[in-house]
């Protein structure tokens, strides 16, 4: 009868035992024999070439992992401007130009703003803004201003073309993205709204005649 190596029978009985468990029952059970085992591995330890082969991690603590934590987006975490405005859905044109501002300013490293370059990427984006150069105006004239001009530019009766939006603007810019709860409640809210919208059309659509004598 030929003799099988007892090594190759107690892999063989583990993986047969682990058949029907899931992976973090799996990881207990390694971690539990681990422990009751280390008297024998400090006697005779693996060798590297046997120790390279388990691939295998071993948990630290048995403890479940902490939940992740949510936290308020800001203009760094975005690649994409349009993903940006989905979020933030700002309404007031002083808050688009202030938003599109910071975004480059931060995410893409924008030394200075000009607004010619503003007015060229809201078109597109498909949100064109009239007489943009009021709106810049707007921020610089704020009591705490939220952009500053640069070098010449910041002369206070030159028409500012170039700018830079300053560290007052960046906060407000970042306060426009909303807490993630926030932003749940805005997508319930409009999907809420746009519900009714498409019921009450649904019923004036089912009532012909309506308001005939």
Known sequence: MTNIDPEI???NKVL??????DK???SRALHWVKERLAGAMVEKPFEKEDSAKISVTLPLKEEPPAPPIIRRKTLADYDMVLDLFAD???KKLTDKVLLMSAFLQIRY???EISINEINRR???IGSEIKNISSVV???FEKKRPLVAGIGNEAAPDKIRNKFKVTLNGIKKANRLIPEPEEAVKKVRKKRKANKKIATKARRR???PGEGKG
């Open 9 to 11: 029978i107690a892999m």
């Open 16 to 21: 047969e035992a682990f058949r029907n468990l």
């Open 24 to 26: 973090s029952q799996v």
């Open 88 to 90: 933030a859905d700002v």
């Open 109 to 111: 490293k924008f030394s």
């Open 122 to 124: 809201f078109k597109r």
């Open 137 to 139: 105006q707007e921020l």
């Open 205 to 207: 659509k089912g009532t």
